[in-house]
């Protein structure tokens, strides 16, 4: 092997797996099924995270040589916090990078895990997903020191002796405990179930836009589950190894002087493992000479959980060949063991084991899933029964590494195998872990081009489609991969690409409405809700709490003043990155409980998102966020413009509507007034148009409307008063330069500099910090226009209204801003519409005309056909290099 590897420029292991691609006669789509993942880069490193080598330490002997009871443990069982004091002074990890890891820690510290939800943690790092490089010398001392805890014993009853290693367990790796009782609640299917109900009661809920705000974000706050959490999961286990061969005699199975039947002894096994969670793996658990052998064996996969490997103590023979008749059909032949694991005969060594690993993949012509069934994805190798074995075990792990197993289990001999008596025997396996480890780290990127992404780059995605017949790729396939590539990583996965399963392209201006007029209520609610809290605190408080009570009553005040959206934003944006991402986006929806952040269905955030997303880049960004209340002040104008051609059709005149409605010929209508007449006699159908034509006509703020503003009503024209924000826009930049001066000036209350104005740097600092950042009243707006000379066709007053889309009677800078935005309008019109064009056309051609390869499996419906058509664009672009390697 090493000569081979020496010729083939690589590591004796990376032959190993090479020969058994090439005299298996694996083709390059199969070598996912056949051998083990190929690990030469970062990106391998996610898949390896828990396929490396297990250590099985025998803590308790039985009557027969085979039998034992082992502690199981992965090497991230070299991470747990107990680690550390089991080990001793000998305890460090060794990462293999500090500085990363350094900076992981430094940013988990800074999170509050009581706040904040699981996405909201950050994207893994590739180092995260690599042992620590003396992880398996660790592990080794911990299955010592864990095995000087358990102290001595014999393996006389299964169930006694599991729950004497398990009050050990519980007694010196409490936190690991507590870790696995979280985890398999958090995994269970109850717990499923009734997360699935709790979303869908607060999907229904929100619909209704209840006021209830005693459900609060904590109890609703799921629990977060790390990383290191996730991959320490499983890390100790308990593996028996029955031998079943020794207790088996005439038709029945005698343990512990105890006879039983198959069937009682598949159901002793599955009481085991029920009463015993930390039970993952059983061996030899029937006997090779029982005539019900396979049968049993199939049964008692059935009976287990899932999580418990079953494991053959079978010695392969050479499989025989068998007639070609199944595949001239075309049709594999029935599977025959299902992926029972097997003991591996290391008398065999490394090439013999390779060998009949070849001859079952030859022997079934081309059905390589049927070899794999045969040999199972779970190989154990029993040093304690084979332990003049130990020597070559690096070479037989390099067979092992090269194996598509799901579990590579290492059976020890009750010696230390670390220690000087076996002349470092572990060292070989620690090497060759080290130097993958190390290899696939340094590189970024494969450095084989051929070598197959799951992921589609832009260049594979757009000629992908071309070479399957899509006739509009020039037209909408960089927009689409644009908009799909939420990761920001430069590709799409099957799971993004499904996303265009959801929409049908951008929502509309009146669903960005809809969405303030959700905002303004939901402020408005807490608003109140915070009033309320305080009222009752300084009441239970008594005086000495008047002062917090009017600290609180200010703040309230201040809030009041507040944009709805900048709050939605501080939601949004956590991290202070000044932009946010859909799934950041959704999350913000979902903390403050409105529908689209409830409903189980992504789809309608996802259109709320593309609207915003004016550059279709997979992100909104702060300037794109606050587009928002320019895109919401432009459908108010249209809600304005319906309610005059209703009261026109049903009046004749704006005039004849307002003295219809002055019932007690005041001269002027209340808010309540309004609202009763238009909701009530006339049966107004959308109570939100109502409540912004009076906001909006509402020119001097009093909350009656005139009769003076009723008839300008009858005037307005939309395109004209569009026109006049421009005039103010194009007239504050000549004046100011740009709109940012310009807010300074209004906010200071600053003339233009050739109207006697100073420049704002020779304000003197004090004056200038008191009126910093305290935003613009509608007086102070008005006063300003005044100021700087500002003279249009409609009262500044309207202007004002038009920028204060939240409806709150203050505008910050933010807002103020958005007069140079004015074309997002036509820009999200644009987009929006050749989005939806591009989304049509691709689906029709997915599901109506490209040509993909079906699932074996039935179907219930065609979503299998997105996951199709990402594997057709890869499958037509592998050969081309220049595609793979990207733009």
Not at 699 to 725: A, C, I, M, P, Y
Request: glycine content about 6%.
């Amino acid at each position: 092997l090493e000569v081979a590897g020496r010729l083939m420029d690589c590591t004796s292991g990376e032959a190993m797996r090479a020969g058994i691609v090439e005299f298996g006669g694996v083709q390059e789509e199969e070598e996912e099924e056949c051998v083990a993942p190929a690990i030469s880069c970062q990106k391998d490193l996610e898949v390896w995270q828990n396929l490396w080598p297990q250590l099985c330490f025998p803590l308790r002997q039985g009557s027969t040589a085979k039998r034992r009871l082992f502690v199981g443990l992965s090497l991230w069982a070299s991470t747990l916090p107990e680690a550390k004091d089991l080990i001793g002074s000998e305890f460090h990890l060794e990462h293999i990078d500090e500085a990363a890891e350094e900076a992981r820690l430094a940013a988990l510290a800074e999170l509050n895990l009581e706040e904040i939800d699981q996405d909201e943690l950050p994207e893994p790092e590739p180092h995260e997903y690599c042992p620590p490089l003396n992880s398996l010398e660790l592990t080794c001392r911990l299955g010592h020191a864990l095995g000087d805890k358990a102290g001595a014993g014999s393996l006389d009853d299964f169930a006694t002796s599991i729950a004497e290693l398990r009050q050990t367990i519980d007694a010196v790796l409490p936190l690991y405990v507590q870790n696995e009782k979280k985890l398999a609640e958090l995994q269970s299917e109850d717990y499923q179930a009734q997360k699935k109900a709790a979303a869908a009661a607060r999907f229904k809920e929100a619909r209704h836009d209840s006021d209830d705000e005693s459900v609060s974000e904590e109890s609703e706050k799921e629990p977060i589950v790390l990383l290191q959490e996730e991959q320490q999961q499983s890390s100790v286990y308990f593996a028996l190894h029955a031998d079943a061969d020794a207790a088996f005699e005439d038709g029945c199975y005698t343990f512990n002087e105890t006879h039983m039947k198959q069937a009682q002894l598949l159901e002793y096994y599955e009481k085991l493992c029920k009463d015993e969670p930390l039970l993952r793996c059983i061996i030899a658990p029937l006997a090779q000479n029982d005539p019900q052998l396979q049968e049993g064996l199939k049964a008692l996969c059935a009976k287990l959980p899932s999580s418990v490997s079953l494991v053959d103590d079978f010695c392969l023979s050479e499989p025989k060949v068998e007639e070609e008749e199944s595949c001239d059909e075309g049709e594999p032949a029935p599977v025959r063991r299902g992926g029972i694991g097997r003991l591996l005969d290391l008398r065999l060594t490394s090439l013999g084991l390779a060998t009949q690993r070849i001859q079952f993949l030859k022997a079934e012509h081309g059905h390589h899933n049927l070899a794999t069934a045969e040999l199972g994805r779970d190989s154990v190798l029993d040093f304690g029964t084979q332990e003049e074995m130990m020597p070559v075990l690096g070479s037989l792990m390099d067979f092992a590494l090269s194996t598509p197993d799901h579990c590579r289990r290492l059976l020890l001999p009750g010696q230390d195998c670390w220690g000087p008596s076996h002349n470092d025997s572990l060292q070989p396996l620690a090497d060759r872990m080290r130097s993958m480890l190390l290899t696939a780290y340094r590189a970024k990127k494969s450095a084989n081009k051929r070598k197959k992404n799951k992921d589609l780059n832009k260049m594979q995605f757009c000629e992908g489609l071309r070479r399957l017949g899509y006739g509009y790729t020039d037209d909408y396939a960089e927009l689409i991969f644009d908009f799909l590539d939420q990761s920001g990583n430069g590709s799409i996965s099957p799971s993004e690409l499904q996303m265009l399963e959801l929409v049908d392209g951008a929502g509309s201006l009146e669903d960005l409405d809809r969405l303030r007029m959700w905002l303004c209520d939901w402020k408005a609610r807490r608003a109140k809700a915070a009033a309320e809290r305080a009222e009752a605190e300084a009441a239970a408080g008594g005086h000495e709490e008047e002062a917090l009570l009017t600290a609180r009553v200010a703040e309230a005040e201040a809030q009041k003043k507040r944009s709805p959206l900048a709050e939605l934003w501080q939601y949004m944006d956590r991290d202070g990155s000044g932009e946010a991402s859909f799934s950041e986006f959704r999350r913000a929806l979902r903390k403050a409980r409105h529908p689209a952040g409830l409903n189980p269905n992504k789809g309608p955030a996802l259109e709320l998102f593309m609207c915003l997303d004016i550059q279709v880049d997979g992100s909104i960004v702060e300037g794109e966020f606050y587009c928002f209340s320019i895109l919401s002040a432009y459908f108010q104008l249209q809600r304005v413009e319906r309610v005059r051609t209703f009261l026109e059709d049903r009046f004749g005149t704006l005039k004849a509507a307002f003295k219809f409605m002055d019932a007690d010929r005041s001269g002027s209508l209340t808010t309540q007034e309004w609202m009763d007449f238009m909701m009530g006699p006339q049966g107004y159908a959308d109570e939100e148009d109502v409540k912004v034509c009076f906001f909006f006509i509402d020119k001097d703020f009093s909350g009656q409307l005139t009769s003076k503003e009723f008839e300008f009503l009858g005037n307005f024209d939309g395109r004209d008063f569009v026109d006049d924000v421009k005039k103010l826009r194009d007239y504050l930049v000549d004046k100011y330069e740009n709109l940012e001066d310009a807010y300074d000036a209004f906010e200071q209350k600053m003339p233009p500099p050739d109207m006697g104005g100073t420049d704002l740097k020779d304000i003197p600092e004090k004056r200038r910090k008191r009126r910093e950042g305290r935003g613009l009243s509608g007086q102070d707006f008005i006063n300003a226009c005044r100021m700087c000379g500002f003279k249009g066709r409609f009262d500044p007053r309207l202007l004002f209204n038009f920028l204060d889309a939240s409806h709150v009677g203050h505008i910050t800078r933010n807002e103020f801003v958005q007069l140079g935005k004015l074309g997002a309008v036509e820009a999200l019109q644009m987009s929006s519409d050749k989005m939806r064009k591009g989304i049509s056309t691709l689906k029709a051609f997915i599901f109506q005309e490209a040509q993909l390869e079906e699932p074996e499996e039935p179907q219930a419906d065609d979503s299998w056909k997105w996951a199709g058509v990402h594997k057709a664009l890869r499958d037509v672009t592998e050969d081309d290099l220049e595609l793979m390697d990207g733009p």
